[in-house]
């Protein structure tokens, strides 16, 4: 695990030069190269879940919700849907999250990760990477951007569907716990490189089949 608490400074993250440039370009290929050989298994977990969701969560597959991205601009992010339907979002920024209304199969979904698989289309859309600070429900972002120190700066890249934050930190409530997300994905700009990139995505494939270590 990186010490990102240690490695983080104020910094003025650079986005610009040609190894910048350099480093976007070949993040954008591997991102949709990746996204496309995804879709085959994007298909056929849609269709497995249209079959099972009637029995086990009823309503529909997948999951919108309005999320801010690069720049604080909005987008819907898609996901399978892993909770009991309700009405409008009335969890707060700081609030602990539903767990009962999450279902079995849900917690299945969760626990691989395959609830964001979806998301493959918000990277091929541009709206997303594989990999950056994960997007939060637009209506949270605006309470932390006012709240949390730093938040801002972790807009200055395109959310990703998996990140630092999450392989390292993992799921926060409370204040502190989102001012500890926020230090990882600090950490992540301002050392931003395609090998990070591999590193992350191997950790995560580490959370996906169970496995611990770096």
Same mark, same amino acid.
């Given at each position: ?28 290929i ?14 056929l ?5 249209? +079959?099972?969701?009637p029995?086990?969560?009823? =309503? ?8 801010? %991205?690069?720049? *604080? #601009? $909005? ?66 972002a +605006?309470?932390?951007?006012?709240t949390?120190? =730093? ?8 959310? %990703?569907?998996? *990140? #630092? $934050? ?15 997300k ?28 169970g496995?611990?270590?770096?």
């Open positions: 695990m990186f010490d990102f608490q240690n490695g983080l400074h104020e910094a003025e993250f650079d986005f610009r030069g040609t190894d910048a440039s350099r480093r976007r370009i070949t993040k954008a591997f991102d949709v190269l990746m996204s496309v050989l995804l879709l085959v298994p994007l298909v977990i849609t269709l497995i879940l249209i +079959v099972l969701n029995l086990f969560n009823a =309503g529909p597959v997948v999951f919108l919700q309005k999320r801010m %991205g690069l720049d *604080g #601009y $909005a987008f819907t992010a898609i996901k399978f849907r892993t909770m009991r339907e309700s009405g409008p979002m009335t969890r707060g920024a700081f609030d602990a999250l539903e767990t009962d209304r999450i279902s079995a199969l849900g917690r299945i979904l969760r626990k691989t990760r395959i609830d964001e698989l979806p998301q493959i289309i918000n990277v091929l859309r541009g709206e997303m990477s594989l990999i950056g600070p994960r997007p939060d429900a637009y209506e949270h +605006v309470t932390y951007l006012q949390v120190p =730093g938040y801002a700066q972790r807009h200055r890249v395109l959310p %990703g569907i998996s *990140g #630092y $934050a999450q392989t390292e930190v993992g799921y926060v409530e409370a204040i502190d716990g989102v001012q500890r926020v230090m990882a994905d600090l950490y992540y700009i301002s050392h931003a490189s395609f090998g990070f990139d591999l590193w992350i995505t191997w950790r995560t494939l580490c959370v996906v089949f496995r611990k270590g770096s």
